[in-house]
């Protein structure tokens, strides 16, 4: 395989190279005051821009503006605020397919995928500005003759910080529902994939007032210090459970601040003998998430099949899975394409390595991919012992386990013997069997019969180590808001 890009992808490297990328503070655009941070093309390991970041002094001057543009932004009505999100999703829009390349480039994501991330974080923005009226108090009839009520109310300043497996989509669709509610939004992409994001900052221009919404770059430093500052009282993070302790114990060092967090996964999808084998697996296909290179929270990377349908379903699978063309993003047809970083590279290949050392097998793929890029090949393990690591820990890439199991109680003891409870996977045609296992399931996020897909409006989140909070529904929108009650007694 040649990493040499064709000519639109040569034209669009080239200008992200040339771009002068700037954060956003308050409603300034400037380069920040810290040490530069390269961006790297994930195809090549060459570095495609590099960004300053964001220092401590940055960091305070954009939540002093945040908090300033906040009080304001807080007393307007959700339908104001609504509409202000609307018409920043559809500046977003018209830059769709330049922030989806951007994305492609810097994450190393599928070019077909990354127009699907775009169009969804548009969508969600929407969603968003369409429950403002979901904003509302209430009567409680508390006491004889006095008037009792509850208003929401915005807590200031929010910290919104991100991962790289989605930049644009979270950028935008995990924006909307602060600001719906009346906060001001401080946003740190990953220091891995932030042009999409400081692409948003440019583009917000003459649409949020000044304050409601900053951009800042960098990496540990920039969001130790902005969940540190006092005046963020409201904080919700997306990645790693290893950083989102680091963050509730930064935040509750610096204060009193609501969290929210959604983190990792490793998520059962089980197969029992009666499921329909032409649905299962190609859902197994679409639920780890190869086109994200199994860098999702949210991959069925854990497949328990049912003893009966064990080698028929492993016969299919591995052949779906061998089908997979992996390639340069931006290529017509390619479906995985390189894994974030090659730290990420190198963290996916030593699971595989541990995996075979501990008794796996590999069936498909288990190395490096084409190139000098940082892929890794979609990889099927088999053989995998319920208690080994790769069958406990996330791997964040390609990489999906089969194990078998003999019934209803030993499919639920393997899926819940792990300290993730994100998403789960039902396979069966019992109805019984199915609201029987969705609901002991250690998951806060199951489908029945399909995989990996979002409905909009229905509350996504996680239990155990998987989070805190729910998001994509109308309680993220509630969850950025305090209930202030107020009682008014008859004079």
Not at 22 to 36: A, F, N, Y
Not at 66 to 84: D, I, L, M, V, Y
């Amino acid at each position: 395989m040649t990493t040499e890009p064709d000519a639109e992808a040569r034209r669009r490297i080239e200008e992200i190279g040339a771009r002068p990328w700037r954060q956003r503070i308050g409603d300034e655009l400037r380069t920040g005051r810290g040490p530069t941070l390269p961006i790297t093309d994930p195809t090549n390991d060459t570095v495609l821009a590099a960004p300053a970041t964001a220092d401590a002094e940055d960091v305070r001057e954009a939540v002093e503006r945040a908090a300033a543009g906040a009080a304001a932004w807080g007393r307007t009505t959700p339908r104001e605020r609504a509409a202000a999100v609307r018409a920043f999703a559809d500046v977003l829009e018209r830059h769709a397919e330049e922030l989806a390349w951007l994305d492609t480039i810097d994450a190393g994501l599928p070019l077909w995928m990354m127009r699907i991330d775009a169009a969804t974080g548009v969508e969600r923005m929407r969603m968003f500005a369409d429950l403002a009226h979901s904003l509302v108090g209430h009567t409680i009839p508390a006491s004889a003759g006095n008037l009792h009520l509850t208003f929401p109310e915005p807590f200031g300043v929010v910290a919104r910080i991100i991962p790289f497996n989605h930049p644009f989509m979270f950028a935008s669709s995990k924006l909307a529902a602060p600001l719906v509610a009346g906060n001001a939004v401080v946003l740190k992409p990953s220091e891995l994939t932030p042009l999409s994001a400081l692409r948003m900052g440019e583009l917000a221009d003459g649409i949020l007032p000044p304050g409601v919404f900053s951009v800042v770059h960098g990496g540990p430093e920039t969001g130790e210090a902005l969940v540190r500052h006092p005046a963020v009282s409201r904080i919700a993070f997306t990645g790693s459970h290893q950083v989102g302790r680091a963050i509730q114990r930064s935040g509750a060092d610096a204060g009193i601040k609501h969290v929210s967090l959604e983190l990792g996964g490793k998520n059962a999808m089980l197969v029992f003998p009666d499921a329909d084998l032409d649905r299962a697996v190609p859902a197994a296909v679409k639920g780890m998430n190869f086109a994200f290179a199994g860098q999702s929270c949210g991959s069925t990377s854990r497949v328990l099949v049912h003893e009966s349908l064990a080698e028929e379903f492993t016969e299919r699978f591995v052949r779906a899975v061998d089908a997979l063309r992996i390639g340069r993003p931006w290529d017509e047809g390619v479906q995985i394409g390189p894994m974030v970083s090659r730290r990420q590279q190198e963290r996916a290949l030593g699971f595989i390595e541990r995996a075979v050392a501990a008794g796996a097998e590999v069936l498909s793929g288990g190395g490096r991919g084409p190139g000098d890029g940082c892929f890794v090949q979609p990889t099927v393990l088999g053989g995998v012992a319920p208690d080994s690591e790769v069958a406990r820990e996330e791997v964040f890439g390609p990489v999906v386990s089969l194990l078998r199991f003999r019934d209803e109680e030993e499919a639920l003891r393997i899926a819940n013997d792990v300290e993730y409870g994100l998403t789960g996977s039902v396979w069966t045609r019992d109805l019984d069997r199915a609201l029987r296992v969705s609901r002991a399931l250690e998951a806060g996020y199951v489908w029945v019969n399909d995989t990996s897909t979002h409905f909009p409006g229905v509350p996504f989140g996680g239990w155990k180590l998987s989070g805190i909070g729910r998001e994509e529904s109308v309680d993220e929108l509630l969850s950025y808001t305090q209930l202030r009650a107020i009682n008014v007694v008859a004079a």
